[in-house]
T-cell receptor
Framework: SAVISQKPSRDICQRGTSLTIQCQVD?????MFWYRQQPGQSLTLIAT?????????ESGFVIDKFPISRPNLTFSTLTVSNMSPEDSSIYLC???????????FGPGTRLTVL | QQQVKQSPQSLIVQKGGISIINCAYE??????FPWYQQFPGKGPALLIA?????SEKKEGRFTISFNKSAKQFSLHIMDSQPGDSATYFC???????????FGAGTRLAVHP
């Protein structure tokens, strides 16, 4: 299975600041995703990030708040902008293997906003 | 129509028992149904997945049962062990779409 790493693993940030989360995968994949998991909750898709195109955002998520980059087939970043305590969550990077439906998740970034 | 309903919310099973988690869906276009296992502080890990062309899939102690007519699928964990204590998520997706729709999750505790 694919190996996905995320940095940072956790962070504590002040209200109004921004944090960029990095996701690195060990193989080239077309489709990467960013999810949010609020404490004790299920996973919610933020956006789909394909290399070479603009990210596609789900309802309730906007580019100004969650800008995403996908510069190549093994790397993506998610920025959480102008943070508020409501943004405190685990943010998960995910990929789907090319030509299959199999989707893998990274270890997550645990964000606390004070 | 995009929802996946998962039950129970939490489950306590004795060591050696069978854990059963159920999911139901509405959208008949769904054609891929994975289960994920998540330990505290970790990302979800793919456990097992099934497509509608089979009614059951088994991998070790984990079995998915699929009932297409009832639009339901379930995860059975045989001989449950304390190490199986985790949160389990069912999910569904459809051909041509990239989005996995997740259930609400089931917190399983296996007592020794």
């Amino acid at each position: 299975s694919a190996v996905i790493s995320q940095k940072p693993s956790r962070d504590i940030c002040q209200r109004g600041t921004s944090l960029t989360i990095q996701c690195q995968v060990d193989s080239q994949v077309t489709m990467m995703f960013w999810y949010r998991q609020q404490p004790g909750q299920s996973l919610t898709l933020i956006a789909t990030a394909n290399q070479g195109s603009e990210a596609t955002y789900e309802s309730g998520f906007v580019i100004d708040k969650f800008p995403i980059s996908r510069p190549n087939l093994t790397f993506s970043t998610l920025t959480v902008s102008n943070m508020s305590p409501e943004d405190s969550s685990i943010y998960l990077c995910s990929l789907r293997e090319d030509y299959t439906d199999t989707q893998y998740f990274g270890p997550g970034t645990r964000l606390t906003v004070l | 129509q995009q929802q996946v309903k998962q039950s129970p919310q939490s489950l306590i099973v004795q060591k050696g028992g069978i854990s059963i988690i159920n999911c139901a869906y509405e959208n008949t276009a769904f054609d891929y149904f994975p289960w994920y296992q998540q330990f505290p502080g970790k990302g979800p890990a793919l456990l097992i997945a099934i497509r509608p062309d089979v009614s059951e899939k088994k991998e070790g102690r984990f079995t998915i049962s699929f009932n297409k007519s009832a639009k339901q699928f379930s995860l059975h964990i045989m001989d449950s062990q304390p190490g199986d204590s985790a949160t389990y998520f069912c999910a569904a997706s459809r051909v041509g779409y990239n989005k996995l729709i997740f259930g609400a999750g089931t917190r399983l505790a296996v007592h020794p």
